[in-house]
């Protein structure tokens, strides 16, 4: 059957938004690869390719019959966890643990299970059967999400797989669960934050509990998350130790604990000083000279920001985050708007995933987040990047061509 395809179904919102992505991209990846004996770098060549493959990746995908994504979601998720296994028991690829390579081309299974584990779930939601409130619908919610993500940080990649677990609660409290059981969610992570002292935790054990008294739960209720909370607290440090040491370093480098500007405080440092120099208007393209000269880390991949504040200043990097900001707002009222239920929950986790991974990024490169190793989705040099960017952005997409359609 063939798809009719009209013009007025298109969001031309989130198509504006990512072709000035994709400028703000190529710009700054030229940039940040620019060399005085190489003009256009292959890196940046590389890029041009990426772009051009994700544009026609989403552009396609925007049309799919919603109901064909529901059908693949499972399929593709057993398939994306074989890869992941393959990664960890067989050691193969990049000697990093994240990537296939094939053909010199680098594939990262990661990337690519962001979109497809929000489809999973969407899917598994979607039942009508299946109530958001109901401890067996959170704990295989929990389990789909919970299985990746133990692989993933495994390779070891915390960024990413902290992505995953950000998609749990916006999902379901999008399908209908209550504020008390989002409430019974969060707890447990502000008692682990808190637990590192003794009087923050106490604070927040005190907090947790008021709340409780007061929603006249049932004692069951009451003592069962008192118990949860404060077992948390206990276990905390476990987890700590089995960090690896480099996490722990940038986490602590992050809080401030710890000062090493000849190590892992190097990057915020260097990421500091590019973004303070660039002022109000920025240096100009190809002036930067923290970028030029090389003195900041990772400035085509995970502090791209940086390059954008420095050479393009305040005013070019506030410009990039309000084109964020609309494109994660137009996704919102997609995810509102459609009838399609599993379209709305795909919809509202894809935001969810681009929100997490551009506040966190853009957040490190400021010195208010530790250093995670996410990119910034659309902007950061990486094929397997790109190519799930634009997928997820096609995705989006297709909710608000099939807005009115109920499968």
């Known amino acids: 059957m063939m798809l009719e395809i009209k013009h007025s179904k298109v969001d031309w919102t989130i198509v504006f938004c990512v072709f000035l992505f994709a400028l703000y991209s190529l710009l700054a990846v030229y940039s940040a690869t620019f060399t005085a004996e190489s003009k256009v770098s292959l890196t940046f060549q590389k890029q041009v390719v990426w772009i051009l493959v994700g544009l026609v990746v989403g552009g396609v995908v925007t049309f799919v019959p919603t109901s064909w994504l529901a059908a693949i979601a499972y399929p593709a998720y057993s398939f994306l966890l074989i890869l992941l296994l393959m990664l960890e028991a067989l050691k193969l690829g990049d000697p990093t643990g994240r990537w296939f390579v094939i053909a010199g081309i680098k594939f990262q299974p990661s990337e690519f299970m962001k979109p497809i584990l929000v489809m999973t779930v969407a899917r598994y939601l979607n039942n009508n059967l299946r109530s958001p ?3 067996k619908t959170l704990a295989s919610v929990f389990v789909i999400i919970a299985i990746p993500f133990v692989l993933v940080l495994k390779q070891p990649d915390l960024g990413t797989s902290l992505t ?4 749990y609660i916006p999902m379901l409290y999008w399908r209908g669960m209550s504020a008390f059981k989002v409430f019974m969610l969060l707890a447990p992570f502000f008692t682990f934050v808190a637990s590192f002292n003794f009087w923050s935790f106490f604070l927040v054990i005190l907090l947790i509990s008021l709340v409780l008294f007061l929603s006249r739960r049932g004692v069951l209720i009451f003592w069962s998350a008192f118990s949860l909370n404060v077992s948390v607290g206990l276990i ?32 915020i440092i260097q990421s500091k000083v590019a973004i303070g120099s660039g002022g109000a208007f920025g240096k100009g393209f190809l002036h930067g000279s923290q970028t030029q000269l090389r003195f900041l880390p990772a400035q085509h991949t995970d502090f791209i920001f940086s390059v954008i504040a420095e050479e393009w200043g305040f005013v070019g990097a506030i410009l990039l985050i309000l084109i964020f900001v609309l494109f994660l707002y137009r996704g919102i009222y997609i995810a509102h708007a459609t009838k399609n239920r599993f379209a709305g929950l795909m919809t509202i986790g894809l935001v969810t995933i681009f929100a997490f991974q551009i506040f966190v990024n853009v957040g490190m490169t400021l010195g208010i987040m530790p250093v995670t190793g996410l990119p910034l989705p659309f902007i950061s040099y990486g094929g397997s990047s790109m190519l799930t960017s634009m997928l997820m952005a096609g995705l989006i997409a297709n909710t608000y061509v099939h807005r009115y359609s109920y499968n």
């Open 133 to 135: 409130d109901d401890i």
């Open 164 to 167: 995953f677990l950000a998609i």
């Open 236 to 267: 905390a440090p476990m987890v700590w130790n089995r960090l690896h040491e480099y996490q722990q370093q940038r986490i602590l480098t992050f809080l401030g604990l710890v000062s090493d500007p000849k190590g892992m405080g190097y990057q």
